[in-house]
């Protein structure tokens, strides 16, 4: 940054940074420009992406998770879709799955009636 402020030129500070740092020898203006943007507009030339991976959690907040949990152990055995149907702050149901498959660590299953065998079966 001190370079580009000194020179006013972004071919001289690639130049300059080349022969100092021979390894670096992708550096282009087009990166020396987003670098001192980035600069300009944080005061810092650290990655902004590091600190926000994704998008924030608008729908699985610890309240709303509290609330599934709460509302599926208080009816265990009606399903997903009926005992969260009362839930009305919620926001759909692929984040009511979401919340039960990845916070609550909870896994749905299907009870399958069998025929009973008996001796005379093959």
């Known amino acids: ?20 740092f021979p390894e670096l020898d992708k550096l282009n203006t087009k990166a ?3 670098l001192f943007k980035r ?13 926000n991976l994704c998008r924030p959690r608008s729908a699985r907040t610890d ?19 009926r005992v969260l149907g009362d839930i009305t702050n919620l926001t759909g149901m692929s984040s009511v799955y979401r919340m ?14 069998m025929q009973h065998l008996k001796e005379n079966d093959i």
Do not use: C, W
Request: net charge positive; aromatic share 8%.
């Open 32 to 34: 020396v420009q987003r």
């Open 1 to 20: 940054m001190k370079l580009y402020y000194q020179t006013k030129s972004l071919k001289k500070v690639v130049n300059m940074v080349k022969r100092k």
């Open 63 to 81: 309240v709303a998770i509290k609330e599934v949990k709460t509302a599926i152990s208080n009816t265990p055995q009606m399903s997903v879709r």
């Open 100 to 113: 039960l498959k990845y916070d609550l660590r909870l896994t749905p299953y299907k009870i399958s009636i």
């Open 39 to 51: 600069f300009e507009e944080s005061g810092s030339v650290e990655d902004r992406r590091h600190s």
